[in-house]
């Protein structure tokens, strides 16, 4: 490949995306990385001005590839190779809240089982 392209891979691993290679190479093969709108190989070339979106715990990085790098280098260098699109998240109060039970803290009893019921919008008795 030329110095203008990197494969999306290893510039995913290099730009701090993803810990390991493997990580982005199988995030590629999972279908969660997409290059301009289109699934991509992690063999694909990527150019400067390429739109990365990147599915991440369930949520999308928009990135925009201003400079391809192979190897990882230092967090100033990231930041002048990567243009960062993603909106910020919404705030925690307007997220729903999940319920989760203590590790350990075994069945729910009666009342806490109907009480979960009529969280959950069920009312069989």
Not at 15 to 39: D, F, I, Q, S, W
Not at 108 to 118: G, L, M, S
Request: with cysteine; charged share 30%.
């Amino acid at each position: 490949m030329t110095d203008a392209t990197a494969r999306v891979d290893a510039w995913l691993w290099a730009v701090r995306v993803y810990k390991t290679r493997t990580l982005a190479t199988a995030a590629c093969r999972a279908g969660h990385v997409r290059v301009n709108g289109e699934k991509a190989k992690a063999a694909q070339a990527v150019r400067p001005g390429d739109e990365l979106r990147v599915r991440i715990n369930g949520f999308d990085r928009i990135l925009v590839v201003v400079q391809p790098i192979t190897k990882r280098v230092g967090a100033a260098l990231v930041a002048a190779s990567v243009d960062d699109r993603t909106p910020p998240p919404p705030p925690r109060e307007l997220t729903a809240f999940v319920p989760v039970r203590d590790r350990g803290a075994g069945r729910p009893t009666k009342r806490e089982r109907r009480d979960i019921d009529k969280l959950r919008g069920r009312s069989d008795h």
